[in-house]
Nanobody, 122 residues
Framework: QVQLVESGGGSVQAGGSLRLSCAAS????????MGWFCQAPGKEREFVAI????????YYADSVKGRFTISRDNAKNMVYLQMNSLKPEDTAVYYC???????????????WGQGTQVTVSS
């Protein structure tokens, strides 16, 4: 089992940057695929980015490609989301998730953090 705690959210102006962090507990962090998902008010939770167990491969939603970067440090049990060139439409609660399969589907992720709010103003 793994527990996840996100941090780093906040309010920024369009074009700004934020770096989200997710701290994981447990000894088996490196055995999990890690992902970031977001949920805007009135919308479903949706895929943002995922990273393989060793960090060698990453995948992104089309809406964030070239702007966001997911990374992980297995020695520190951490996963990050660097968010650049932020847009008002990026406003959402961002969640860190851990799962056993490399998939975009949120339903396949077993463990979730509590979320961190990102607000981008125009």
């Amino acid at each position: 089992q793994v527990q996840l705690v996100e941090s780093g959210g906040g309010s920024v102006q369009a074009g700004g940057s934020l770096r989200l962090s997710c701290a994981a507990s447990g000894r088996t962090f490196s055995s999990y695929v890690m992902g970031w998902f977001c949920q805007a008010p009135g919308k479903e939770r949706e895929f943002v980015a995922i990273i393989t167990r060793g960090g060698g491969s990453t995948y992104y939603a089309d809406s964030v490609k070239g702007r966001f970067t997911i990374s992980r440090d297995n020695a520190k049990n951490m996963v990050y989301l660097q968010m650049n060139s932020l847009k008002p439409e990026d406003t959402a609660v961002y969640y860190c998730a851990a799962g056993g399969r490399l998939t975009y589907s949120k339903n396949a992720y077993n463990y979730w953090g509590q979320g961190t709010q990102v607000t981008v103003s125009s």
